[in-house]
């Protein structure tokens, strides 16, 4: 379609789903300009991997101006390599997207060298966005980008990352006061120009190992706090979520 993200595709959930995705885009593509639109909130809107190859790696693709709201799930991110993302917009969706790889066996899946370019992850009923590959996601960047106004109903919080090292900067943070907007454990941070607006702050899972570097950071609320939460009292409360 003419202009940003044009084109509409409308996916009607609300009788039944019976897909694990409603599209799926593989290696070595340049995808732009559309909209992914669900109605009631089921299965999973966007699946960026190639989902027959064992590992499912995909490469050098480039994605930009889309947006996906009102599934259960707006996007996930498989194994990839060399991948840029542009004003994407995950929004209303009962989660926003899981930058998860894996393989058959689940225990063994990585990205490399991914670029977030002002990007949105807000407003879905659970995290905004989560990383958390097995053996890490390596060299992954954020400029530029807002992860707000996501209400943590499950996870409780509105953004996770998990193994990996992450370069960050001029991210936005909104949201509840109750809900840290950031998450980390055993991971490598180097973040500059984050601002953090009414959030429930950073909540940094200790006793584990860790490496964050921080500059320029601006918090604009009495809540906007740095949680330092012992790895013991983490690992109950995703037992908790594993289990509700």
Known sequence: GEGDRATIFECDTSNGFNSDWFLEIAGGTNS???RLVGIGKLGLGLYIGNIDDNLGFSGNGMYENIIVTAFARAMKINSTYSMKY???VCESNGAGCEMIAENDAGDNGYSTNSTFINCNFRFNDDFGFVAN?????????????S???NNGATS???????????????????GSSTIPALRTEQARFECSDWYFNGTGGVDLVVGQSQNITMSNVKCVSATDLFIFTPSSINQTKNRENENS
């Not at 409780?156 to 909104?174: H, R």
Request: neutral net charge.
């Open 86 to 88: 542009t004003n994407i």
């Open 133 to 145: 590959s097995p053996l890490g996601n390596r060299n992954t960047r954020f400029i530029s980008c």
């Open 32 to 34: 732009r300009n559309f």
């Open 147 to 149: 992860i707000e106004g």
């Open 156 to 174: 409780g919080y509105q953004s996770y990352f998990k193994f990996g090292e992450y370069y960050m900067d001029g991210l936005y943070f909104e």
